[in-house]
């Protein structure tokens, strides 16, 4: 027999008289990143097989991969607490490993009693965890004693884990990285404020930028004294407004003086109004589109968030460019093959949900060469882009969902309040960028804090030592 449903408030374990040959008890877990960092947090194995994505990608397993005795642990979760459950004594446990269990993998982990010995209350079970594929991944034996007083207690509640350290590592590497390639001279339009103008020194202190500040002298100076900072030795492009400060600056930027621009106190459509006029010289054959690149600490990779920031509501071939865009930042910070989840609110193709048809659509330009450089799938909604469990439970096969490195938003307000979400209550570390014109845009909220502006100047670099050899 099977042991009964589960119980989500009351645990109650099986006593030796209570059991016979071919009792089984089973669980299910699909392995998760996180998973993988708590258990080499309690182990101590920080092999990089297990928790360095770069490092496992070149093995023979082409990725990361579970500890072995995550999977012991898991079956010794089932005897501890299904079968024989409360009360059970472990004594030994032969395990051999299979398989490796990938992220994203399921494993069903079952125990199924193999022999009893009502002398000494021992029971021998067999023990199998199972992936999605039917693949046996480990198996073995364990040997215990059963209880033999029935047991029902109340489930204990455990705490909520949160691992902050990936995001703000992630964000060290990329500015380790990029200070290797050596600072780019960046127009900083309108810093006329002590966070804009802080935010300038901050970037060109850590080695990132020359700034060039393209503002009324006056403002300048005065902003400088209130925040105590000194202006000697910077080039200062002395301009009567906040509209001549964009214009400016993009003039500077087409002709070569500087390599990047950075918005400062002035508003966003203000500098891009300057940016894509006509006569600025820096529009390219693509339409202009915002990225913000995020990370979260449950998530097991950084990833994109685009159109967030400039475009209200993309047509089809406006959403065609803003992924192109997408996929040459995802190049930029070196995912060779960036998976793209073209999102909306469910995952199927429904003729009264225009964004639905719009990610069909954008798939089949994919398969037919009109996208190309990285694998789309769409529609997605977005807990099946981000969560593997989430994919199989909604029986989704696709080599995006759930471990996508781009999220394509449906419209500018759906985007931009992911970001806010996944920034002040996931506690995402980001940077926002501008593509499509000829040379990198900082984009900053006022909202938006000095990492978040320091890293958004990071990836500017990155692209604009791009640009020097593969323009855009």
Known sequence: ?????????????????????????????????????????????????????????????????????????????????????????????????????????????????????????????????????????????????????????????LPELRLETPGSDGARRLLDHVRKLGAIRMAVVHPCNALSLTAAFAARDAGLIEPVLVAPRAKLDTVAAEAGLDLAGLRIEDVPHSHAAAARAAELARCGEVEALMKGSLHTDELMTAVIAADAGLRTKRRVSHCFLMQVASYPRPFIITDAAINIAPTLEHKADIIRNAIDLAHAIGVECPRVAIL??????????????????????ADRGQISGGVLDGPLAFDNAVSPAAAQIKNIVSPVAGQADILVVPDLESGNLLAKQLEFMGQAASAGIVLGARVPVVLTSRADGQDARIASCAVAVLLAHRYRSAPP
């Open 1 to 157: 027999m099977n042991t009964p449903a589960d119980d989500l408030t009351v645990l109650r374990n099986r006593t030796f008289d209570e059991l016979a040959v071919g009792d089984t008890a089973t669980i299910e877990r699909t392995l998760t990143m996180q998973d993988i960092q708590l258990f080499a947090l309690q182990s101590g194995d920080v092999n990089p097989q297990h928790v360095d994505p770069a490092y496992a990608a070149s093995t023979r397993f082409h990725g990361v991969i579970a500890h072995g005795m995550w999977g012991g642990a898991l079956i010794s979760g089932v005897l501890g607490t299904r079968l024989p459950g409360p009360g059970t004594i472990y004594l030994e446990q032969e395990l051999h490993f299979r398989r490796p269990v990938h992220v994203g993998d399921t494993v069903r982990v079952s125990v199924t009693v193999a022999v009893l010995e009502p002398a000494t209350r021992q029971v021998l079970l067999d023990c199998r965890c199972i992936n999605q594929h039917g693949d046996c991944v480990i198996e073995g034996r364990a040997r215990v004693i059963a209880p033999d007083e029935r047991v029902e207690r109340p489930r204990t509640c």
């Open 344 to 365: 909306a609110a469910v995952e199927t193709v429904n003729p009264a949900m225009p964004a639905t048809l719009d990610a069909a659509a954008l798939c089949k330009m």
